[in-house]
């Protein structure tokens, strides 16, 4: 049994939770520090991982654990993206030039793209727990920090810190993939992933609404906005907490004391960054997710400025109508997830392409009508559509990843998600950050911007499904499955029996195929390590 | 088609609005003197320094009758120095969309006689260099004269304001308070847990 091979990557932490009986190839001493129950609130597999997902319950570890991670997630949104609806104010305290507040905007990007790289390394190490615990603590500092700006390369310096901690979305998904059986990770990670963007949103209202009230307890304006600020630093602080009190690395207990138990020998880095690397789809998808998150980004930052300016509205409203922006994450983002896989069974990879392509294009098109129209219900209604289109796409998106590396997904996730921040932070630096256009122009251009940049998909084969105009492969072993999962192991790596994994995984998704061809159903024991 | 139908009538409200006829500011008499004395060459503070201003009717250029001026209202508006890079603060000759007068300081009934009046610049006002204007209107609250303390070109005359920074002590120890506090509970928690591994393990 492939399982039983020490060493073998993405085999199952068999023998780490030291409750099992004593093997021919034993582990050290049993761990004492592991949760002493052996129920758990929902059905879980041999790995303890959840195989149903319960939303509205808070039970240890599972569900907790879902809603630490995506909360945490969502407090980092709000921290990175709570000065853009009061730029406004601060642009007047600090004197502040268009290009300042553009490079602000790409600084508050840019530090993740980093952050998310490395965060994978610091979840292997440290586990998810004190992962994201870290970040939260570390970042909360550097918001109450917000206090001592005054002037622009503060503002910029302080926000590039605070950005830094978007790499909790890395946290996350890598959390719920210990937590979580693969057969429901998608709809775990997708859901967790578009509510903690809800924070980009949720912030658009929180921020001015404290301002006004701080305001009217008496603060002027220039210091009211510095003290709003002290607000999401204590989030930080008060999910860092719970994460370090409530939170578990694994479904029987924390990573330290269960590393010391015979670890899982990981796979080596070098190999799966090389199949990552030279996978030409993975670079397609960080370009395209760069046009889906990134433009999300990008318009937390930069909509209720335009809204106050263009529309001449106030503060709050201004807030009000890009929160919206946001929050539509709540369905949006699963809807694409959904969307794609509905695609999946009728029309099968090619189908899920499609649904790409068409709602990443049809969000790019209402992000040009959204630089063109002048009145404020149009400008709403074409900023709604564009939310719905970029969402779904990022959901969409991750409905595709899976399937483009099954030994280096833990790492093309990375990439991708850092493409995104990547993405926002050239398009902000190229059409937001420039005093020579105009707002509605940047807007304009990005629309299409995103309608060109979506184009790639159709380039996107897989040779055992086809792509959006080609077919399938008709060789009998090039248009395999297997073939295309199996490729990624050396002949070595092969007869040490570490593929058997990425076997199983083939097997299973032959229903990319689409119409009505089943796939075999998902041994217990195929889980991945890392999404 | 029901939203569709609102998105019409909303659109063809909003057009109606616009095709009123909105004042544009080449089209004003410069029939106010606005005089504002200060100190040249020092920068104002915010929040500490006042500014005197005096104004009246020109009656050498006035070719209007007094009787239309209904309301005068002085403002304190954005010298181009501090407009470059700034689009919020742009200048535009229609009226409803110029952005140079951002801030009112003084909102009276107009009356003949030369008036005159101090002005404590509050904390709100951002570091910039300005100068001032005064607008006359009439029943309908249209703008319908205007005076100001600079010359066309908006070059003569101009006065800094010095704004405050908007820190504050307080705020700056209760900065370091919290960021310590977050700091040392995760190294608390860290060494704690490793602790207790070590003795359990």
Known sequence: ?531 | MRSFLLEVSLILFFLLKTTNGDVLFSSLPRSLFVVASLVEGRVLKAGEDDISVTFGSNQTVTNQADESYKKVKVKLCYAPVSQIDRKWRKTNDNLKKDKTCQFTIYDKPYERIVEEFKWKIEKDIPTATYFVRSYVYNDANEEIAYGQTTNNKKSDNLFKIQGISGRHMSMDIASVCFSAFALLSLVGFFVIEKRQAKVKG
């Open chain 1, 1 to 531: 049994m492939p399982e039983n091979i020490e060493g073998s990557p993405g085999s199952s932490m068999h023998g780490v939770t030291g409750r099992e009986s004593v093997m021919a190839f034993s582990v050290a001493s049993p761990t004492v520090h592991t949760d002493p129950t052996a129920k758990f609130d929902l059905p879980v597999d041999s790995e303890h991982k959840a195989t149903k997902f319960k939303l509205f319950s808070f039970a240890n570890p599972h569900m907790r654990t879902f809603h630490l991670s995506w909360i945490s997630f969502f407090t980092t949104f709000i921290s990175t993206f709570a000065a853009a609806p009061l730029v406004p104010i601060i642009r007047d305290n600090l004197n502040l030039t268009k290009s300042d507040i553009g490079n602000a905007g790409v600084a508050s990007v840019s530090g993740s793209i980093f952050s998310r790289l490395v965060m994978g390394a610091v979840c292997d190490l440290l586990g998810p727990r004190y992962g994201c615990a870290f970040l939260l603590m570390l970042s909360a500092p550097t918001v109450f920090c917000m206090s001592f700006v005054s002037d622009a390369s503060g503002y910029i310096a302080v926000r590039f810190m605070i950005g830094f901690s978007l790499a909790t979305f890395v946290s996350c998904q890598y959390w719920m993939s210990t937590m979580f059986n693969s057969k429901i990770i998608g709809l775990v990670n997708g859901t967790a992933a578009g509510w903690g963007n809800m924070g980009g949103g949720a912030t658009q209202l929180l921020m001015p609404v404290l301002f006004e009230i701080i305001k009217k307890a008496g603060a002027t304006s220039f210091i009211a906005w510095r003290i709003a600020f002290f607000i999401p630093g204590w989030f930080n602080v008060i999910m860092g907490v719970f994460v370090l009190t409530l939170g578990q690395d694994l479904p029987d207990g924390n990573l330290g004391a269960l590393q010391k138990k015979g670890d899982v020998a990981k796979d080596k880095f070098s190999k799966v960054l090389w199949y990552a690397v030279t996978n030409y789809r993975t670079w397609i998808f960080v370009l395209l997710y760069g046009y889906s998150m990134g433009v999300e980004l990008t318009i937390d930052n930069v909509i209720a400025e335009y809204f106050y300016d263009r529309f001449d509205l106030k503060l709050h409203l201004a807030g009000i109508i890009a929160a919206c922006f946001g929050m539509a994450n709540l369905l949006a983002r699963p809807f694409g997830g959904f969307t794609s896989d509905y695609m999946a069974t009728r029309f099968g990879m090619r189908g899920r392409l499609w649904n790409l392509w068409l709602l990443q294009t049809a969000g790019g098109l209402c992000c040009l009508c959204l630089g063109l129209v002048n009145s404020l219900p149009l400008a709403i209604t074409f900023m709604m559509l564009f939310s719905i289109g970029a969402q779904a796409a990022c959901g969409a998106t991750f409905g595709i990843i899976p399937f483009i590396s099954r030994r280096s997904l833990g790492i093309i996730s990375g990439m991708t998600g850092a493409g995104g921040n990547f993405g926002s932070g050239l398009t902000q630096l190229v059409f937001f950050a420039n005093a020579s256009f105009s707002t509605e122009k940047g807007l304009t251009y990005m629309g299409i911007m995103i309608m060109l940049v979506t184009i790639p998909v159709s380039f996107v084969h897989f040779p055992q499904w086809g792509s959006m105009f080609l077919p399938p492969s008709q060789d009998v072993v090039k248009g395999s499955e297997e073939h295309y999962y199996v490729s990624e192991w050396t002949e070595e790596e092969k007869q040490k029996g570490m593929h058997q994994a990425s076997l199983k995984f083939a097997e299973n998704s032959r229903s990319e195929r689409g119409g009505k061809v089943a796939s075999a159903p998902t041994p217990p024991q195929n889980t991945p390590n890392h999404v």
